[in-house]
């Protein structure tokens, strides 16, 4: 079983995967809508003995799919120097911080914003 969720209240999301991992959580996303139009993943996770496999693949997908799905323009990250490759072979792009999102976006240091591409 994987999950991702969301801490905006009212709006938890549980995902249960036709994964073979089903009998195990194996992976987190924790997302949060940080304004109106903008998701921000503050974390993901996935567990040592799974890496490599598309756990993290398939939760960033499924958040991107959410997203569209709901309308919200953008979907956000901090990522730490060692994810930055991994956020980008996932459509995410170096990027400044929008002005309209500066006050809402939580920030990190020895971070890199990206942003998912349109």
């Given at each position: 079983?994987?999950?991702?969720?969301?801490?905006?209240?009212?709006?938890?999301?549980?995902?249960?995967?036709?994964?073979?991992?089903?009998?195990?959580?194996?992976?987190?996303?924790?997302?949060?809508?940080?304004?109106?139009?903008?998701?921000?993943?503050?974390?993901?996770?996935?567990?040592?003995?799974?890496?490599?496999?598309?756990?993290?693949?398939?939760?960033?997908?499924?958040?991107?799919?959410?997203?569209?799905?709901?309308?919200?323009?953008?979907?956000?990250?901090?990522?730490?120097?060692?994810?930055?490759?991994?956020?980008?072979?996932?459509?995410?792009?170096?990027?400044?911080?929008?002005?309209?999102?500066?006050?809402?976006?939580?920030?990190?240091?020895?971070?890199?914003?990206?942003?998912?591409a349109p």
């Amino acid at each position: 079983m994987l999950f991702f969720g969301t801490r905006a209240r009212n709006t938890n999301f549980e995902a249960t995967l036709n994964h073979p991992f089903a009998a195990q959580v194996v992976g987190g996303l924790v997302f949060r809508r940080a304004a109106a139009d903008c998701f921000e993943v503050s974390f993901l996770c996935v567990a040592a003995s799974h890496g490599g496999v598309g756990v993290g693949s398939t939760l960033v997908d499924k958040l991107a799919a959410l997203a569209r799905r709901r309308r919200v323009a953008r979907v956000v990250t901090h990522a730490d120097e060692a994810a930055v490759s991994f956020w980008a072979e996932h459509g995410f792009a170096k990027a400044p911080v929008p002005k309209t999102l500066d006050k809402w976006i939580n920030h990190y240091s020895a971070s890199t914003f990206m942003a998912l591409a349109p």
